[in-house]
């Protein structure tokens, strides 16, 4: 009403009748214990408390207004620091070489990346985004698919020398199998999903304890080729039972708890990620058994 400089001028600004308007600061007034205007039949007048009231509901108002800018600017802004879970072996190898990259573009941020191949809480743990290997098709995350992930059988030539190359599944039973933290490999095949009892003599909490096991000779593991690409290529690694693999529906995705409102830092590195990757990753390239997979 001040900067309107009327009861009518600012009744028309707000839509409402001057009777309503002067009922409010009648309200407002009683409420304060002041009076805040000078009433005359000409003109209004603030009083010395109105003046001070109205003084500081500006400033208010100018915070609120500059403070909501700030907000919007942060979340315009690749800026700030940026939670991110990962799996062990997937991060060292597919993450962290291309962080330097993305920190360099984008010098006002602070990467905070966890390895770990537990599955974080990542709103009760501050996470902005996880990267998980699995089948979310039932995830309560929102979740954006960033590459394929595909799981085979394999085996070093030198151990296959010694104990012979498995024709059929049933032939497994006989052979040292290589596994972390399950007791079981869950397979698809061309009659559908099958399950392995895994009896491994070998017992870790390390995925990449087994496959340096595999590599050395000790076994038949289930390895994705993000983690044994050039080993498969190289010749270094063979796959055994090429018609059963792991199940199709596992892929890598990034993972983050909504849409709204997300943060431009936490796009920024999905798509980072999505470009580097894309719908054939590096360590799928000049692998022959992947070809129309």
């Given at each position: ?29 009683e ?28 400033a ?45 573009a ?130 270094r ?16 995705h ?10 431009q ?12 990757y ?16």
């Amino acid at each position: 009403m001040v900067a309107a400089g009327s009861m009518s001028g600012a009744g028309r600004e707000l839509g409402f009748s001057p009777a309503v308007i002067s009922k409010r600061i009648r309200r407002l007034e009683e409420r304060l214990g002041t009076r805040l205007l000078h009433r005359t039949t000409r003109q209004i007048a603030l009083t010395e408390a109105g003046q001070g009231f109205h003084e500081r509901v500006v400033a208010i108002l100018a915070s609120v207004e500059e403070a909501e800018a700030w907000v919007s600017r942060r979340s315009s802004a690749v800026r700030g620091v940026l939670r991110v879970s990962a799996p062990t072996s997937f991060g060292r190898l597919h993450i962290a070489p291309h962080l330097t990259a993305f920190l360099d573009a984008h010098p006002e941020l602070t990467v905070d990346l966890v390895l770990s191949d537990a599955f974080v809480d990542i709103v009760g743990e501050g996470f902005d985004l996880a990267v998980r290997i699995a089948d979310l098709q039932d995830s309560s995350l929102v979740a954006r698919r960033l590459a394929p992930n595909h799981r085979v059988l394999c085996a070093a030539p030198q151990y296959l020398a010694a104990h012979g190359v498995p024709e059929r599944l049933a032939d497994l039973s006989r052979h040292r199998l290589l596994a972390h933290n399950t007791d079981q490999w869950r397979l698809d095949g061309p009659d559908g999903p099958v399950t392995v009892r895994v009896e491994s003599p070998l017992k870790t909490n390390s995925s990449e304890v087994v496959r340096e096991s595999v590599i050395s000779g000790a076994g038949i593991a289930l390895r994705s080729t993000w983690d044994v690409g050039p080993e498969l290529r190289d010749g270094r690694l063979v796959r055994v039972l090429p018609g059963l693999g792991g199940a199709r529906k596992v892929a890598i995705h990034a993972v983050y708890p909504s849409r709204r409102h997300l943060a431009q830092k936490v796009r920024a590195f999905i798509d980072h990620l999505a470009d580097l990757y894309g719908p054939t990753p590096p360590w799928d390239e000049g692998l022959a058994f992947l070809a129309g997979a």
